[in-house]
């Protein structure tokens, strides 16, 4: 490791002359990662608060691998789901309470004292937050699935400021789909192309007939102006077409969509405005609600998708985007079950992972050069949220969901 470090050193004197080289210390801060993990946690009772929790993973700490702070966000039963995919620069992050139609932004940036930066409700005339994006300005795009209060298509998006004012907002009705099918789900911006890809699906609501779709949208996000729409193809290996989740942007800049029904869909002409989507790989799983493929996460050249068929993960070598091959799968114990959400520590080699409606989160190190994974040995045996104490007080078992590497 010292001499990796050395070397790195080394390459960055090179290439920035007028620099000093940045001090050891500093890289191996780098090397070893984030030093906590935030899990967004809903109280499992629907009585006490939901809440952020924050895991200490600082080296050599007496807590390593244990819950050091929450912040409940004086709402309870929200149903905490989507956080940002990517742990953002200034350590403000977003978070949906979906069927509470509510939106926190939470302090990060002390994560030690979390605080609760702002909250919202309707997004103008739009409802029911599920995912966002940061676009190039800096700004948060964000899809909706209600309107006026209320569940239920046509949604729409909205653009914030980083500190949660509405800027604007469109509703995603199109010619190219019927309004009963207009569900914008979650979203890829594209770096430096003005672009945003959006998938059309719906989360689906207690007591109502889940209506399945198979359209992605591309966006124009200086303007956010509807450019085209796409139907996915039948794989002619299944019903992998069907309801589009979570587009994510690999290394060259290409745009693959991944369904619940456990498809791979690249998506070309974005750039273009003219969407085609082309079917390049399949999962195991995806034909019922319990095996369902849900959230992707690009790591160099590995695509890695949450596969609760197989009890565990599968990566895909993206090199080729048109031919991905498959690099590795990793399978959990059975007590990790229905792997749903993923995100990448881009300070080191570690994954998080969190099952869908669960109470466990897991650490996997995925190996850059090979896609080889393994349970972060550090803690074999994940980090638990079926306790009855937290540092906020005595509330009981929590659900977690959404998870990113910061601090």
């Not at 290409?254 to 791979?264: E, I, K, Q, W």
């Not at 969190?354 to 045996?381: E, F, H, I, Y």
């Amino acid at each position: 490791m010292r001499a990796l470090l050395l070397a790195m050193g080394a390459l960055l004197a090179a290439n920035c002359a007028e620099a000093p080289p940045a001090p050891v210390a500093e890289l191996e801060a780098k090397a070893a990662g984030s030093q906590f993990l935030f899990v967004w946690s809903a109280d499992k009772d629907k009585v006490e608060s939901d809440f952020m929790s924050v895991v200490d993973l600082r080296e050599g700490s007496a807590t390593y691998g244990d819950v050091v702070a929450t912040l409940p966000i004086g709402a309870t039963g929200t149903m905490p789901h989507h956080v940002e995919y990517e742990f953002p620069a200034g350590g403000m992050v977003f978070a949906d309470g979906f069927t509470g139609n509510l939106t926190s932004l939470i302090d990060l940036r002390d994560p030690l004292q979390p605080k609760l930066a702002a909250q919202m409700k309707d997004m103008g005339e739009f409802s029911f937050p599920h995912s966002y994006a940061r676009t190039d300005a800096g700004n948060v795009l964000v899809t909706l699935q209600g309107m006026n209060g209320k569940y239920g298509a046509p949604g729409g998006l909205a653009e914030l400021s980083a500190d949660g004012k509405v800027l604007r907002t469109v509703s995603a009705r199109s010619a190219a789909t019927p309004d009963a099918l207009v569900w914008p789900y979650s979203l890829a911006v594209v770096p430096g192309k003005d672009r945003a890809v959006v998938t059309l699906a719906e989360i689906g609501w207690p007591g109502q007939d889940y209506k399945s779709t198979r359209q992605v949208q591309v966006w124009s996000t200086s303007d956010l102006k509807l450019l085209g729409t796409a139907d996915l193809p039948e794989s002619g290996q299944g019903e992998h077409h069907v309801d589009p989740a979570e587009p994510r942007v690999l290394a060259d800049g290409t745009v693959y969509v991944g369904t619940f029904s456990c498809g791979v869909y690249r998506i070309d002409g974005v750039n273009e405005g003219a969407p085609k989507a082309v079917f390049v790989h399949a999962f195991p799983g995806g034909t019922e609600m319990h095996n369902s493929c849900a959230v992707p996460v690009v790591v160099g050249k590995y695509y890695v998708q949450t596969v609760p068929e197989i009890n565990g993960l599968i990566a895909l070598d993206v090199s080729d985007p048109i031919k991905p091959v498959e690099a590795s799968r990793i399978v959990f114990d059975e007590e990790f079950h229905m792997a749903h959400w993923i995100a990448a520590d881009r300070a080191s080699d570690r994954l998080v992972v969190t099952g869908n409606d669960q109470s466990w989160a897991l650490v996997v190190k995925l190996d850059p050069a090979t896609g080889t994974m393994v349970v972060d040995p550090t803690l074999p045996d994940g980090i638990n949220f079926d306790r009855t104490s937290w540092p906020h007080g005595e509330s009981g078992p929590a659900k977690v969901h959404g998870a990113l590497f910061g601090g």
